[in-house]
């Protein structure tokens, strides 16, 4: 079952289409509660507003992996716009695990740029949190621009979507035993940069997502819990080693694929699409106790379900499911973990696709304890300044808003520079141009 696109111009059409889609989500017209500050745990780590801008890869580093024109241009405009904090997109702590030559690679003898990217992210927001997110691309690894996956075991539906042979090999325990202490050096290096904390990533099948479901994996790194978490809850721990009241460890995580066990995690063993919280909110508890003190919460993987991480009208098939029910399927999740770790200060997401009804529904979910704050990724590309609109005038401009077309995904997978090809066009439209130029 497919749905209908969002037109929804009036409160009583947004109505109407929950009752459509059969799902009802949080509402409130006092977007009062958006405006305050959020101290995460015991730290001095405050966001300044619950609304966050989500991790949003630009492919636009130098080659060696230092932010580019484009990523710095990115980052003054989503700093400037007004969101309590801001979380800067993936960036590799190997260089065989880039997915690209564009995407970040910190290292020692690129320091200084990162530092000019904090200092500058601190200038404009007025002192928002910024936070680096540290990652492994794993099975997406593509470090001189051509696909070199670094995969932990064979999992038939992603290698089928990546056309990876089963005779690919499998990378070594000894390989992984290293990754721990290259997070922390990682991790080090983001706090000397000037960063407010260091996320060690675990979404969307990279490198330590993947492992979640290495069911079929021997040795140290597959089969039990204890052994599929074990990089992951390593990894934090070495980072963590670097937390302060000033640096805060922290996460993007995705607790449930919505790919059928056991090819995903957090899933039913019968194999359907139900999620199974068990071993998710075991994981959660974990990563509290190991040190993760803020997380921004997805769900699925964009190479194999993106109606799920990311609901669009237009992308690269039909969702099989009504566009809202994959919305409240993402606030849903996140009033979940707020449950089960209350201690961990939370972003959620689902938002963008909401266009200028987000800011009521945020405003629901923050003030009904669903989450602490609204993550907005694809919007923040479209429209960098939409949290001082939600903050200052109480609303978004239609004019300006995301349109979940789905462009700036295209671009990504031309493995090109990306952005907001329809709200940013000056920059944006003739490289979309050049890069489709029939459509
Ligand atoms: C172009 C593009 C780049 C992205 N880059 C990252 C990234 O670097 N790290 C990450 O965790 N998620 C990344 N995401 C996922 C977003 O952070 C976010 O989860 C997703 O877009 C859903 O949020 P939204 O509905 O507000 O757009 C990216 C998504 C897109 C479309």
Known sequence: MSGARFTCRTEEDFRAAQERDGVSLPA?????????????????????NRLTIHPMEGFDSTPDGAPGELTMRRIRRMASGGAGLLWVEATSVVEEGRTSTGQLWIHEENLDAFKRLAEEAHRLSDGAPVILQLTHSGRFSRPDNTPRPVISYHNPVMNEKMDIDPSWPVVTDEY?????GKFGAAAKLA?????????????????FSELLSAYSRPGRYGGSFENRTRLFLDSIRAAAVHASPEFVIASRFGPVEMIPHPWGFGMARDGSLTPDWDEPDRLYREMYDCGVRLVDMTLGSPYY??????????????PPEPRLAG??????????????????????????????????????AVGNGLTDAAGFGRMAFAYPDFARDILEKGALDPGKVCLTCSKCTAMMRKIHA???????????LPMLRELFPKE
Do not use: Q, W
């Open 28 to 48: 409130s017209h006092d977007l009062s509660v958006l405006a305050e500050p959020l101290t995460v745990g015991d730290t001095r780590v405050t966001l300044k």
């Open 176 to 180: 992984l035993d290293a990754l721990p």
């Open 191 to 207: 706090k000397d940069a000037g960063f407010d904390g260091a996320d060690i990533k675990c979404c969307h099948k990279y490198l």
């Open 305 to 318: 379900n993106p109606h799920v991480n990311r609901p669009y009208d237009n992308g690269g098939y039909e």
């Open 327 to 364: 919305v409240s399927r993402l606030i849903d999740a996140a009033a979940h973990m707020k449950k089960t770790v209350p201690g961990i200060a939370l972003i959620g997401t689902g938002y963008s696709y909401l266009r200028t009804f987000a800011p009521g529904v945020a405003a629901g």
């Open 418 to 428: 990306t952005g907001c090809p329809i709200r940013d066009r000056e920059v944006y």
